[in-house]
């Protein structure tokens, strides 16, 4: 899943959840969030992935990020949601990761 | 058309008169009726008038002339003079006559449209016809001649002269009243027709004995305007006046006795020899110089053997001597007496009327054939009666009224009565069409006869017929004259019987003729119910008792007629009638509407609509009530749903209704049904469905001449365009329909209208009318006891006095118009005057008790929710629930402060900021010693905003601050957050996730350890170095995932140092949706700020706040300084510098 502008309180947020729990519920277990296109990713996104992870891990799927921009990629390193969210700065790779 | 008036003379013919020889044409006739009249004497002046009056006719400048005299002054001779002149301009080969000639009557005063009637079937032959087929070919032929032969003026045409209507043309659907205006529509459109072919001479005589049809007729038609190439002659007796304001091309031409010179001059034109001065003297003084008398006279001179007296200057010497006969009477008894063998035919003849035919006289007659026909002849030769056609055939005509009256009343009173009778049992035994085209005429003779029991069966025939053609003044004539009778025989049950048959129809066409509220119309009905009671017919009694309240009803005398649908439901309830249950129930159901009952309403209305609602049954009931209940009772269930809190059901339920009044195809019951609809529409709020129904009823009412729905038409159009805002069309509108809604005599629903009224002029902030308008409102409401729109005239009222400015005034109105719609169950009058009661408790600062009032209200409704008035309560409760909202944010934000420590000094001193965003974030701030050496700082960030972010954002600080933390040493950071992770868990926690940083400083060593979970890092401003010290953390976002380890770090702090923990509420800033500032940026910031020392804090919010654009953030800012003191240990300074 592409994502694009910025993910904060609000619209955005919401938007970012909704969606991903639609893939959940639609069965998807395998994600892949691009965020190379995101400049900024404030805590309510933050809340929004971390809202995501276990409902996902329940179901055996996982989530994964690619290409974060710097500012997304701070925001995971404050958070240590690279701990728990696998990075990736290729598309490919993390498309093979899961098989 | 060639309704070319061939009987346009003397000669007409009234329905009693025998069929026309074909073989005279129009011309012929005209002519030798001339030829017959006396000559004219002393009217040249009015000839020469009369003369001009058509020339400027024929140039097209129409023309109307009253000619006004007495009886016997020559009115008509003037006007046979006038044909004369016109009928000498036709030219060679012209068929059509160009003189159309009604008369009018003294024994068809009261059947509608007689002169018309009478001139078109005579000149149309119908009776030389036997087949209506044939007779409706002959309309048809004439009417195309003048390109008016369409199937719908056809209808009109063979209604008006009585004629079936064939296959294949259009039926008549049109009520009375509508087809009584279309038949005067056809009626002027063939005049018009005629006079565009050739000028023509339109001539009515005897007006005096009119009928009121033909009246209004001739009013319309006077009225409309100047006529082209018509020249209209009115006669009349002085003592009738016209209804009809004088008009520029009107002339009156009042006919003056002769003077004694033209008396003279008339003797000698009219007697053989010339007379002595004398016998002149006696002639002008005894005649008073009236022609008639004075021809009649004349002829007597010139041939006193009509007196038995022999003949020549003797005689007329004698006269002197013995004088003249006296009166007209005797004179003209005089001659007859003198002239026939038989006085019988004379007098027959004058009993039958002025115009009789001969078939009809000879029915009637004792006297042979050869005798009556040897009789009349004399009677003609002695020009006392003017023949057309030969015996059998033939038609006569009184040469004046004043004979045949003389003649008539010269009979003594049993003979008169003899002849009546036989009359009238001729007519109804050998004239069965006559019988049912006139019953008036057989009443006529049957009551002269004696014979009250048969006259009064044929006046309530004859008033009943006029009733079925709208003739309502004729109706009223009949009825009433029937009703003497019957009021004159002795009392018994069948006289009550029959004095019922007649009040019901006479009480419908008074309301028609006179109004609603006419005052003939109750005693009417006070006396019918009177009747009822006393013989019991069921129906009949039933048809009283709804008559009699639906005179109260349209009164408004709502207390009255609740006890009389209570009366009629028990009557009924002893009968096994669905069909009178039916109409009883709705008695009882429109009772309790109107009173303010709205859940009896609906339980009678539904009650009917269930159980005894039948198509065939409310069909039949219709012709006695005029509306079909099945629709009816809907109409009034789906309003009093309204006011029960179902608007939906109501919508659906009016809808269905407007469809089966569709479906019944009665005009009257589609106006009531749509009349009800914009009524549930305007109640609704639904501004432009309530006009478009109103457009619909108005449209109808203009053609059926419904003056009632067209007058609620008006108001609901009015009231539509009031509810979309167009006060300018709105409110003149609305007066124009109230003005005409009263003058129909009603005060049904007034309270409503008025209400509108009242309402349209709040919104033009014409309060004084607005007073007046609701005061009346309220007046009547509370005389007539007509309560359903009681509730909203008060809350109108309290809106008045807010607007007025007067609070106290407006919650008192308020508060009744709550009550009132309480009482009534009136969920709907009762939520939007909580609404208004809302709205200024909402400006009186009082929003928690309007919100807890109106959600009371609101919370009733289970549907209904797009109507407009709960589409506004929802948004009032919003605005009110923000309101509360912003109240409980205002103490978040005051609770979320008051758990910060005030700012300290001391070894470490301490300040903040903490601003919270526009929503509320879920930043806290807070720091205590722990023991005397240990100074626990720290900051939490709970993800999210609003009270529940908040909240527990306070409660985690809390914990803190407490200690509270079992089993963890409080000055140690890393125990701590791994404690707190596991203590907030998000799954407990609404899912929340939060950042901490928690740091504590010993001051006896200046460590400061601190450890962080998700937060960014603090910064330490250090004196004596430039670049800011970063004091990050490695530990996972907490309340994610348990048992984490949040590994602490440590740094000795240099006294002087500055410590700066803050939220990503300073950093993370947007503006247009940018990012305009990061943390980089910001530590940037903090490092240059804090070399120059000063008020770094303030300056920090002031930069966040420029950069975001706005003085409100879009989350919370919170941000603690901490400044290490020199002290003992640690002597440096904490200046930044």
Redesign the interface.
Known sequence: MDLR??I??GAASLTLRRTIHDLIDSGRTKIILNFSQV??M???G??EL??A?LPMKTKGGEIKFLNPTK?VH?VMQ????D??FKVYTDEQVAIQSFS | MTFEGKESSRYSKSPLSGPVPETRGAVDDEKSAIARVAPLTGRDTEVNLLKDRWEQANEGMGQVVLLIGEAGLGKSRLVHTLKEHVLGQMVEGEVDSPVIEWRCSPHFQNTGLHPAIDFYQRALDFDLEKSAEAQFDRLFSRLEAYDLARPETLSLWASLLGLPIPDGFPPLSLSPTRLREETFRIMREWLHTRAFRRPILFIVEDLHWVDASTLEFLAQFLTEGLHDRILTVLTFRPEFKTPWPAVAHQTSLALNRLTRRQVGELLAKSAVASLPQKLIDQIHERTGGVPLFIEELARLVREPRQLNRGGGENTRCELLDHGLPGTLRDLVVARVDGMTSNPEVAQLAATLGNEFAYEVLAAVTTVSEATLQVELATLVRSEILYQKGIPPRSTYMFKHALLEGALHDALAAEKRQQFHRQIADALESRFPDTAQALPELLAHHFTEAGMVERGISYWLKAGLRCLERSANVEAIGHLTKGLALVRALPESPERDAQELQFLNPLGTTYIAARGYASREVGPVFIRARELAERIGQPAQRFVVMRGNFAWHVVRGDFKLCEDLATEALQFVGTLNDPGMMMEALFLQGLTKFYRGDFAGARDHCSLAVADFDDRNRTKFWATHTGEDSGATHRCYLALALWHLGYPDGALQLSRETIALARTIGHPFTMEYALHHASWLRQHCQLGEEAQAGAVEQIEIATEQRFDFWHATGTLYRAGGLLLQGNLGEGLPLLCSGLESYRATGAELGLPYYLSLLGDGYIRAGRFEDAHRALAEALDIADKNDDRFQEAELYRLLGELHLAETDDQGAEDCFRKAIEIARRQQSRAWELRATMSLARLWQRQDCGNEARDALAAVYGTYTEGFTMPDLVEAKALLETLGNERMRDDFAAGVEYVLGCIPPPMDGPVSIDWRYVPSSNLGGDSIGYHWIDDDHLALHLIDVMGHGLDSALLSVTITNVLRSGSLMGTDMRRPDQVLAKLNDAFPSSRHGQKFFTAWYGVYNRSSGLLTWSGGGHHPSILLSPGTRDPILLPSSGMVMGFMSEQEYPAKSYVVAAGARLLIFSDGVFEILRDGEAVWDMDACIEYIAKQGLRGGALMDELLAHVRTLHGSHELADDFSILEACFRLDAQNPNPCDGG
């Open positions: 502008g910025n904060g309180l400049e900024l404030d805590s309510a933050v809340g971390i809202s992870y500012n701070r404050i958070t240590q949601l701990k728990v």
